[in-house]
């Protein structure tokens, strides 16, 4: 069964650094798309970053441009997102995500939580 699972979230001063990982298992991780969303407390969810399946093309929401890095590396079936210039708004529970396409649903881990604060 399709398994994520993240890590390395923590307390983080304003303008400090983090490095998510998301361990994906159960689905040919190679082959597809992943995402990087997040919730912030008493928020919806919204989308952080998308890698395509070999890592060439990666995309951002507007307010983590330029500061977050997403990547992947194929040969340990995991995921990163590099968070850098921290603010107190990037406070949230970071969910990785695939999409299963032929099956139109969507796989979640159970998210790593994140804070920002002095």
């Known amino acids: 069964q399709v398994q994520l699972v993240e890590s390395g979230g923590g307390l983080v001063q304003p303008g400090g650094s983090l490095r998510l990982s998301c361990q994906a298992s159960?689905?040919?991780?190679?082959?597809?798309?992943m995402s990087w969303y997040r919730q912030p407390p008493g928020k919806a969810r919204e989308w952080v970053a998308t890698?395509?399946?070999?890592?060439?093309?990666?995309t951002y929401a507007d307010s983590v441009k330029g500061r977050f890095t997403i990547s992947r590396d194929n040969t340990r079936n995991t995921l990163y997102l590099q968070m850098s210039s921290l603010k107190p708004e990037d406070t949230a529970v970071y969910l990785c995500?695939?999409?299963?396409?032929?099956?139109?649903?969507?796989?979640w881990g159970q998210g790593t939580q994140v804070t920002v604060a002095s």
């Open positions: 890698s395509s399946s070999n890592g060439e093309t990666t």
């Open positions: 995500n695939y999409y299963w396409a032929s099956r139109g649903r969507d796989y």
């Open positions: 159960g689905f040919a991780f190679s082959m597809n798309a």
